[in-house]
């Protein structure tokens, strides 16, 4: 691992942790930089792989939460429904990706695809900010199972690079009657399997093509991106309560734009 690798594997893990869980695309992120410093890694292996240093933060910030579900899951019918919620959230993306995933990347995995869709995601965000949409739901735990379901067909569309799984999530669940809060904290919950599903298969399609000097990159993106994506979460759903995603969706139009510049005065 040379100086140099090092340094564009923790700014990518950086890039990871920061942008996971808000609605501007961290996959997107990490190929318009990738492309831009000359990063590549087998089948944009190391991009997924980091991501678990990113469902650490989660789990580490929901630890809580999710034990009291756990414990509470023999005796607490609402418990139980709301697990088999998030499961029957995650079934279309284990569905398209368990199928379709090399197909995404040999297909979709395209610098201008991102840009394009960073500026389109961010004109969705603005308008779905500026809308008075019906609150029906300002629980997760009140979420019927028709409802995440919807939501998860949502969540599928963030297996175009530059849609943000997140964004997809939170503005399905928006569609569907949610607050802001629950929408964002919705999200959070359905990132844990959605991201340790995609996680393991990567691993397992993957694992025999890496060296030990990605094996080195990743642990090192794992700790950045562990560390950046802990910063976030604990900040995020206070933000978005107050503030609303106004700030994520001109970052996205922003970004796209000056991707679209780069793309064409660099290539």
Request: hydrophobic share 55%; with cysteine.
């Amino acid at each position: 691992m040379d100086p140099a690798s090092i340094g564009k594997a923790v700014l990518l893990a950086l890039v990871e942790g920061a942008t996971e869980f808000i609605p501007v695309s961290s996959t997107g992120h990490q190929l318009l930089v990738g492309h831009f410093i000359g990063f590549h890694s087998p089948n944009n292996t190391f991009e997924v792989l980091i991501q678990l240093g990113a469902i650490l933060a989660i789990l580490l910030v929901y630890f809580r939460r999710l034990l009291g579900i756990a414990t509470a899951l023999p005796s607490d019918p609402k418990a139980r429904r709301f697990v088999l919620g998030i499961l029957v959230a995650f079934l279309p993306a284990a569905i398209i990706g368990g199928l379709f995933s090399k197909l995404i990347k040999a297909y979709l995995f395209n610098p201008w695809i991102v840009c394009a869709t960073l500026v389109a995601g961010g004109l969705v965000l603005l308008v779905i900010d500026d809308t008075d949409l019906e609150v029906k739901k300002t629980d997760v735990y009140d979420f019927s199972l028709p409802m995440d379901l919807k939501i998860g067909i949502f969540q599928c569309l963030a297996m175009i690079p530059g849609v943000s799984r997140s964004g997809a999530t939170i503005v399905g669940a928006m569609l569907m009657g949610a607050d802001k809060r629950s929408a964002t904290e919705f999200s959070f919950y359905l990132a844990m399997p959605t991201m340790a599903g995609a996680f393991a298969k990567d691993l397992l399609d993957n694992y025999k093509y890496l060296s030990s000097n990605d094996v080195g990159l990743i642990v090192i993106g794992f700790i950045v991106s562990f560390i950046s994506a802990l910063f976030v979460v604990r900040v995020l759903l206070d933000y978005v309560s107050r503030h609303g995603f106004w700030l994520f969706a001109w970052w996205r139009i922003i970004v796209g734009a000056l991707g679209f510049a780069g793309l064409i005065i660099l290539g």
